[in-house]
C-alpha cells in the first residue's frame, strides 16, 4: 500500500503534502531525508489511537505517476490494520461480529488485528476468505 507525497522545493529543502491524507505533512533537507520523513509521517498517522471511529482514506491510484509526486509504502502491519477497518466499515460488522467469524476466542485478539500486527498465516486465509478482495500483494506494496 502507497501513499502519495506532492514535494515542493524552498531554499531550506523540501517539505511534502500527502494527497490523500489531510494534515499529513512532512519536511527535508534532501529529497532522501524527505521521503524517510515522510514513510514516518504516513505510518504515525495511519497508526489511530484504540479510541478512533474514523477509517483513514485509502490511497488513490490516480495521483500515480504525476510529476512531482512521490510513492510513499505504508509498513505492513499498519496496511493491514488500515484495510481491516475499511473493510469491516463497509461490509457493516463490527469487530465482536469479525471476532466471531475469524474464531477468535475473544474480542482483543481480534482488536490486535486492527492495531499494527503481525497475524499468522492461517488468520490471513480466514480474512481472505471474509474479504476476498484483500490483497496480500497490496499490503506489501514498495
Not at 40 to 50: G, N, R, S, V
Not at 72 to 93: D, N
Request: charge should be negative; hydrophobic fraction near 35%; charged fraction near 30%.
Amino acid at each position: 500500500m502507497q501513499y502519495h507525497f506532492e514535494v515542493h522545493k524552498e531554499e531550506a529543502g523540501y517539505w511534502a503534502e500527502c494527497l490523500e491524507l489531510e494534515g499529513c505533512v512532512t519536511e527535508g533537507e534532501s529529497l532522501f531525508e524527505l521521503k524517510t520523513h515522510a514513510k514516518e509521517a504516513l505510518d504515525l498517522y495511519l497508526d489511530e489511537p484504540e479510541t478512533s471511529v474514523l477509517s483513514a482514506a485509502l490511497p488513490d491510484d490516480a495521483h500515480q505517476g504525476r510529476e512531482n509526486v512521490m510513492e510513499v509504502p505504508v509498513e505492513p502491519g499498519i496496511a493491514l490494520a488500515v484495510l481491516l477497518r475499511r473493510y469491516r466499515e463497509e461490509h457493516r460488522c463490527t469487530q465482536k461480529e469479525m471476532c466471531e467469524r475469524l474464531g477468535m476466542k475473544n474480542l482483543y485478539s481480534y482488536q490486535r488485528l486492527e492495531r499494527r500486527s503481525n497475524p499468522s498465516l492461517e488468520t490471513l486465509r480466514k480474512l481472505k476468505k471474509i474479504f476476498p478482495d484483500l490483497s496480500v500483494d497490496y499490503l506489501l506494496q514498495e
